[in-house]
């Protein structure tokens, strides 16, 4: 199985700065036949379902603030939140979705400064 | 409008099958390359994938739990079934439906999900 690995754990970052948070997988993401990297990114909020936020690496799911972008390719990716705002506040999960099983990061807690 | 939404007993014994029913709408799962799937997340822990099952009958399992999971269709009713055999305490979490995206290719939406606590 693929192993996600995210960084940091947790971050607390003020309203209106820049949140980074980090994805790394065990092995390659990226299809060279779909030119494309199996990499979504998930929000979750306290008592909800998670919520996609970005698929395909770097594709803004519908509805999506564009604050929200992730980036990279390979083996590691980073979702950023350009302006962090109250709302953002939650649990954000990685997943691939290349190879056998998908799997899930551990998970990393946004909170407000 | 695509929704998911699962059902299931609260509350199950130790080594009890638990049978979760997902009841979907808004799409047919006899679209080409549509999935409907299953995660679950312990209580204050990381999300996992536990099975699929698309529109071609093709099913596929997470390889640790593949022995004691069952995934089946029922296209005329719009649910799909997923059975768990030999509950245990550490099954005990939230179970989600979800609908796997024929051009997104993962998880696109989510049902609310269903609580299942595993308890003697």
């Known amino acids: 199985d693929i192993v996600m690995t995210q960084s940091p754990d947790s971050l607390a970052v003020s309203l209106g700065e820049r949140a980074t948070i980090n994805c790394k997988s065990s092995?390659?993401?990226?299809?060279?036949?779909?030119?494309?990297?199996?990499l979504s990114w998930y929000q979750q909020k306290p008592g909800q379902p998670p919520k996609l936020l970005i698929y395909w690496s770097s594709t803004r799911e519908s509805g999506v603030p564009d604050r929200f972008s992730g980036s990279g390719s390979g083996t590691d990716f980073t979702l950023t939140i350009s302006s962090l705002q109250a709302e953002d506040v939650a649990v954000y999960y990685c997943q691939q979705y290349s190879s056998g099983p998908p799997t899930f990061g551990g998970g990393t807690k946004v909170e407000i400064k | 409008q695509i929704t998911l939404k699962e059902s299931a007993p609260t509350l199950e014994k130790p080594t009890q099958t638990l049978t979760l029913t997902c009841t979907f709408s808004?799409?047919?799962?006899?679209?080409?390359?549509?999935?409907v799937g299953w995660i679950r997340q312990p209580p204050g822990k990381a999300l996992e994938w536990l099975a699929v099952?698309?529109?071609?009958?093709?099913?596929r399992y997470s390889p640790s739990l593949k022995t004691r999971l069952t995934i089946t269709k029922d296209t005329s009713k719009n649910q799909v079934v997923l059975t768990m055999t030999d509950m245990d305490p550490v099954d005990t979490g939230t179970y989600y439906c979800v609908h796997r995206s024929t051009l997104k290719g993962t998880f696109d939406y989510w049902g609310q999900g269903t609580q299942v606590t595993v308890s003697s």
């Open positions: 808004g799409f047919s799962l006899t679209t080409d390359r549509v999935g």
């Open positions: 092995q390659s993401v990226f299809s060279s036949f779909y030119n494309k990297n199996f």
């Open positions: 099952i698309y529109w071609n009958d093709d099913k």
